[in-house]
Structure formats: C-alpha cells, structure tokens
C-alpha cells in the first residue's frame, strides 16, 4: 500500500507560478512511475504529466508542455509538479498517482495508488 500526500495548491493570478509537492509513504518509492492529473469543475480526469522511477524519462499532456515540468526525488519520496505561466484554464484540483511498475503511463487506469489532490486556482 502506498500513501499520497499533495501539497502546494491554492490561489494565482494568471501569469504565476505554484509547486505542488507528493510525499509518498508505504512501499519503496522508488520503484513506482509517478503522475499528475487534474480534475476541472463539471470535466473528467485528465493526464497532465508522469516521470520514471529512474528520472530519466518524463512525459506531458500538450496543454503544459513548455509550462510545467515533473521532476522527482527519490530520498526525500516526493514527486513535484513546478508550474509556470498559469493560466486561468489550468484551475482544477490536481491528482498525485503512483504507477507500480517502472514504466510510464498517460491513463488514469494505468495507476495504482491515488492522492486526495490539492486545489489549483489560477485567477484571470
């Protein structure tokens, strides 16, 4: 079992910038591939980033590409979403999630573990 915590969210005007942080507990982080999704009022789930375990591999949904960027430390068990040039569009409650497996996934499905999310408001 593992355990996710975001942290990180709350209220920006366009243009700013916020970090959410995910502190993993339970199993051994480092062998989980990791994920952001964000959820919109009145819209479904959708992907917005995902690394490796290793690192060396990250991949995003085309509306942050450029903006956001996924990274991940391994010793401290926490995964960041470093988000730059917000946008209003981007306001969502963001999804940290956990991949039991060393390859990458772009689907909700395709994900183990789940975080409570953290509220992201980006004002206009």
């Known amino acids: 079992q593992v355990q996710l915590v975001e942290s990180g969210g709350g209220l920006v005007q366009a243009g700013g910038s916020l970090r959410l942080s995910c502190l993993a507990s339970g199993r051994t982080f480092r062998n989980y591939a990791m994920g952001w999704f964000r959820q919109a009022p009145g819209k479904e789930r959708a992907f917005v980033a995902a690394i490796s375990w290793s690192d060396s591999l990250t991949t995003y949904a085309d509306s942050v590409k450029g903006r956001f960027t996924i990274s991940r430390d391994n010793a401290k068990n926490t995964v960041y979403l470093q988000m730059n040039s917000l946008k209003p569009e981007d306001t969502a409650v963001y999804y940290c999630?956990?991949?039991?497996?060393?390859?990458?996934?772009?689907?909700?499905?395709?994900?183990?573990?789940w975080g409570q999310g953290t509220q992201v408001t980006v004002s206009s």
């Open positions: 999630a956990a991949r039991q497996s060393l390859i990458i996934s772009t689907t909700e499905g395709g994900y183990d573990y």
